[in-house]
């Protein structure tokens, strides 16, 4: 039996959600960022349509839905997304949870991590957010925590680069 939140892991053993959320500013990042997309994209099956001579009526149907896709993606990803994404760094591992349609939780133990990253693009900047990176020897790939405060970011890069420093495991 499981608690809310919480996922069976076997033997008894629970894994629980991540303990943090992502900055609320995430959720204006991503309608930007999902609006700055979706306008690029419709623009593009607009002109399309409109310079292709001939094109039948049901293409101006599709640009249509597009277009009403796209303002439900700008509406609804953002709000779904900063209630599903989390993250936590223990002294044992990182945990991340993220999704808006389907979902990914990785855990990996502290003695996996071979690299700790952040990065901040230019509108990631504007609204004082970062990403971190989590390389691991993992098949998997890396954990990103994505859309963090910037000085969060700063703090937790420090604290697990000072983690990861100090386990004597190898990380390969």
Do not use: K, N
Request: hydrophobic residues 50%; glycine residues 8%.
């Amino acid at each position: 039996m499981s608690v809310e939140g919480e996922a069976p892991i076997g033997a008894g053993a629970v894994l629980r959600a991540p303990e943090h959320r992502v900055s609320p500013r995430a959720i204006p990042f991503w309608r930007v960022s999902a609006l700055i997309g979706d306008v690029v994209l419709v623009v593009v099956a607009l002109v399309a349509w409109l310079v292709v001579p001939g094109a039948p009526g049901w293409v101006g149907l599709v640009v249509l839905a597009l277009a009403a896709g796209s303002v439900a993606h700008v509406v609804l990803m953002p709000r779904i997304r900063y209630r599903v994404h989390r993250w936590e760094v223990t002294d044992t591992a990182v945990h991340t949870r993220s999704g808006w349609i389907g979902r990914e939780s990785r855990v990996a133990p502290i003695s996996r991590v071979q690299t700790v990253d952040s990065r901040q693009g230019a509108l990631m900047r504007l609204f004082g957010l970062a990403s971190i990176t989590v390389t691991t020897a993992s098949a998997a790939g890396p954990i990103t925590v994505d859309c963090v405060d910037a000085e969060t970011a700063r703090e937790v890069v420090a604290r697990l680069t000072a983690i990861t420093a100090a386990t004597e495991d190898d990380a390969t």
